[in-house]
């Protein structure tokens, strides 16, 4: 009902607009134009004014800048001037907005690696080879005295090649047990597709990340770390008897 009282009204509108403006352009009647002869009046601001105003202290917004400022507050607002004189520069701001992206990637990067552990000579060089003293066949990796060797690397703080050890010690026990197959041809991945228990592929997955990471990757490992990667390995072995 509301709806239709609106439209009403405006057709009424409409209709009472059309002839007038049809009356207005018809044909044989000249408009006729009437010239204003109002005269204006052009008013001027009152300078005297605007000056007392300007001397009052209610119509100053401008914060007053601090005139008992710090030799260390002085610094820091000179050099974030400077900064951002050299930001706003048409020229050197892009390249000095690349150069900051990089060095917050490279502080990201350096807090992680604290953060892990890892030892930052690694980035240095190449990390020093480790002497492994048996290799790796289907004949010698059933006769290899893991307890022994692992007390070894542990004693001589090799605990890359612990963590080696405690892997082929994990491979060893899947295969007596006949969860996987070992071969000397078969790679990581091999052995944890074979693996069919869910939870064991999960956990033995994770292990298999750990290895790589710090064997193939040569990264160093601290004796903190070490124990919580043997813990690691210690619990799977455990539920894989």
Same mark, same amino acid.
């Given at each position: ?19 007038? =403006? ?35 202290? #209610? ?13 260390? #507050? ?29 060095? @917050? ?23 020093? =080879? ?16 893991? /307890? ?8 001589? @703080? /090799? ?6 050890? &405690? ?51 040569? &990264? ?16 799977? /072995?455990?539920?894989?008897?």
């Amino acid at each position: 009902m509301y709806r239709a009282l609106v439209l009403l009204v405006l057709l009424g509108i409409s209709a009472a607009c059309f002839p007038a =403006a049809a009356q207005a352009l018809a044909p044989g009647k000249e408009a006729l134009i009437k010239n204003d002869s109002t005269r204006l009046e052009l008013r001027n601001f009152d300078q005297q004014k605007i000056q007392q105003y300007k001397a009052e202290k #209610e119509f100053l917004y401008e914060e007053a800048a601090r005139i008992d400022l710090s030799y260390w #507050e002085r610094f820091w607002r000179w050099f974030w001037g400077l900064f951002d004189g050299v930001v706003s520069n048409e020229y050197s701001g892009g390249v000095l907005k690349y150069l900051v992206m990089l060095l @917050a990637a490279g502080l990201i990067v350096f807090a992680v690696i604290k953060f892990a552990g890892l030892d930052l000579k690694i980035f240095a060089g190449k990390a020093k =080879a480790v002497d492994v003293p048996y290799s790796e066949s289907p004949d010698n990796i059933h006769e290899i005295n893991f /307890n022994e060797e692992i007390d070894k690397a542990v004693a001589a @703080a /090799n605990y890359r090649l612990a963590v080696r050890l &405690f892997y082929l010690k994990s491979l060893k026990l899947l295969n007596d047990r006949a969860l996987i197959d070992w071969q000397p041809e078969k790679t990581n991945q091999n052995y944890i597709s074979e693996l069919t228990d869910p939870d064991k592929k999960k956990v033995f997955t994770a292990l298999t990340m750990q290895f790589e990471y710090i064997w193939y990757g040569e &990264f160093f490992i601290d004796r903190e770390h070490f124990i919580e990667v043997k813990d690691n390995f210690e619990r799977f /072995n455990l539920a894989a008897r």
